[in-house]
């Protein structure tokens, strides 16, 4: 399998093997504070002053969906990659990006997203050199594809593949590295496979209730109860949940798993809006119009 150098210490390595760090006593600083608060550009969470990393969560209104952005503020270049951009908020996201001094490296999705068109297109058109990440399971196109165990590494912060499919075949949990350099505490981007206290609908893309639910214990629940839950949505105004918290109060996932596909296979939810033009531009990463016209 292959190891991928963008710039100095930005790389996605397979299974099995660990970041290279160039500084093996370099003094790292990683607390996040969890202090919240609301701007323009939408929720977001601010990591310490002192925090070598930074955290952003941003939001898109009209489909729910939060896009997170991290980076190393370590480094010369002070790489940076997206989770989960929207196409409407690329302006929004890339002018935050160049205030803040960062180098997008890396844009990513947990999933194909039947509910809005992903931002990676347009962010690899408007930011020449970002690559797009999504997992080989979805069976879609983009500069990298990411399966079970792999790790991505931007800078010293590690994020870890975790499957979690169910909600689509192809879902991934992108997860902080369990170093003592990495953001304490973990941080879990759980897509749509574990919203706050719910989870994605399965009746579609190759959903399976069975396999979210073996999905969201085996390869979230086992997470340090602490660790920090970022989904793809909310609905109801909730930005953060934790995975202790999930495990106790999620109404869905609390329940053995008979009943969880009860529950999911009874919810007579409406066929998503966007889902015909959605899927197939995600299916591309977002680069509809150039494949289009390839053809």
Known sequence: MLKFQLIPRVSVLTPNKVCNFASKNQTLITNFKNSSINSQMGYHTTPSHASKYLFRQLFEKDSSTFTYLLADLSHPNKPALLIDPVDKTVDRDLSLIQELGLKLIYAMNTHVHADHVTGTGLLKTKSPGVKSVIS????????????????????????????????TAGCVTYVTGEGSDQPQPRMAFTGDALLIRGCGRTDFQ????????????????????????????????????TVGEEMQYNPRLTKDEETFKSIMENLKLAYPKLIDVAVPANMVCGLQDLAEKAA
Request: proline fraction near 7%.
């Open 136 to 167: 080989r399971a979805s069976n879609a196109q983009a500069d990298l594809l990411v399966g079970p165990d792999d790790k991505i590494c931007l800078g010293d912060l590690v994020l870890e593949v975790r499957p979690t499919p169910g909600h």
């Open 206 to 241: 190759g959903g399976n209730s069975s396999q979210l639910y073996k999905s969201v214990h085996s390869q979230i629940f086992t997470l340090p109860k602490d660790t920090l839950v970022y989904p793809a949505h909310d609905y109801k105004g909730f930005s953060v949940s």
